[in-house]
């Protein structure tokens, strides 16, 4: 069994930062299809833009994202530092507040988790 939280930190300006976050996205369908494997989605910094976009079912990797999404969560300081928090709060995904406004890194890795940033 491995517990894994996937941080995607990329944003959205360029074409290194679409494969990182497709990577990201890869590597946490991965976990969530092991089984006994645990995976914690992680939006953050910058990466939390790409939440609004990949909720447009239009988007080339909306269903790549689908396949985790019961499994993310979204930074809450992050997303309103990025424009996005209106967009995170209506798409319904949990919103991280745990770390004065972030999601609790320290946490996770007190839960076992391997932390693996994109």
């Not at 946490?28 to 609004?52: H, M, N, R, S, Y």
């Not at 995904?93 to 890194?105: C, K, T, Y």
């Amino acid at each position: 069994m491995t517990n894994a939280a996937i941080v995607i930190l990329a944003g959205t300006e360029s074409h290194a930062d679409r494969g990182r976050l497709v990577n990201g996205l890869e590597a946490a369908k991965e976990f969530a299809e092991a089984d006994g494997d645990d995976v914690e989605l992680i939006f953050d910094g910058a990466g939390t833009q790409w939440v609004p976009e990949l909720e447009d079912e239009d988007h080339r990797h909306h269903d790549l994202y689908l396949s985790v999404r019961e499994d993310t969560s979204v930074c809450d300081f992050c997303s309103g530092a990025f424009g996005v928090d209106e967009a995170v709060h209506d798409s319904g995904v949990v919103v991280a507040d745990e770390n004065d406004g972030h999601p609790s890194i320290r946490s996770l890795v007190d839960d076992d988790y391997e932390i693996i940033t994109f």
